[in-house]
């Protein structure tokens, strides 16, 4: 079946470290997004990928990072920078075209111990 | 700049009574609309979408959105309800040759038995 799959479903950071959390997709997309979710506050872009080996931020990139080595796979590390991690996280991913429809993985749910 | 409004954060509804979940946008080029529907702890799904053509689109469960390009808005509606609709419902727009979706604050849709 083709998808995204985001991993884990729930995580936990500790504080002052560094967590990646895994994106893979399957539809041969060239682009891929990152967005973080709170209650009530719709979708924020975090961080945002047209091609391999390159990306651009989003309207809230502080405390996180991303790398594209492949086309399929865009992690993201929330670091310890980012003072208030906890939130949803999704995944999506898009032809890279106007139209920009976006398919989305289940989501990441991270907490802070 | 494009931007997208959900007047109503949460609309709550009795069961096979009908419901409109309204979505407002602002843009100054042609755009392209869609609905999409996150379920909890879920990542969104892609629900209907306008791209051209008529105006009225239409989902395979039940739910139906009209593009006004006069009133700018792209409302969604469902004449009966089900329990199983309960859910968060994200207006979203993509303007032609922009290459980016922005996204409403979403509308929580709460179906009462």
């Known amino acids: 079946d083709g998808g995204i799959t985001q991993s884990p479903k729930y995580l936990f950071r500790k504080e002052g470290q560094n967590v990646t959390l895994s994106c893979e997709q399957n539809l041969n997309h060239d682009a891929m997004y990152w967005y973080r979710q709170d209650p009530g506050q719709g979708l924020r872009l975090i961080y945002y990928?047209?091609?391999?080996?390159?990306?651009q931020k989003g309207d809230i990139a502080e405390g996180y990072s991303v790398s594209r080595e492949k086309k399929e796979s865009f992690p993201l590390t929330v670091t310890s920078a980012q003072k208030n991690p906890t939130a949803f996280y999704l995944c999506?991913?898009?032809?890279?075209?106007?139209?920009?429809?976006?398919?989305f993985g289940a989501g990441t749910r991270l907490s802070v111990l | 700049a494009q931007s997208v409004t959900q007047l109503d954060s949460q609309v709550p509804v009795f069961e096979e009574a009908p419901v409109e979940l309204r979505c407002n946008y602002s843009s100054s080029v042609s755009v392209y609309l869609f609905w999409y529907v996150q379920y909890p702890n879920q990542g969104l799904q892609l629900l209907l979408k306008y791209l051209s053509g008529s105006t009225l689109v239409e989902s395979i469960n039940g739910f139906e959105a009209e593009f006004n390009k006069s009133q700018t808005s792209f409302h969604l509606r469902k004449p009966s309800v089900h329990i199983s609709d309960t859910a968060e419902y994200f207006c979203a727009v993509s303007e032609t040759g922009g290459f980016k979706t922005i996204f409403g604050a979403g509308t929580r849709l709460f179906v009462k038995a």
């Open positions: 990928s047209q091609i391999v080996n390159d990306f």
């Open positions: 999506a991913s898009s032809l890279w075209d106007d139209k920009n429809i976006q398919y």
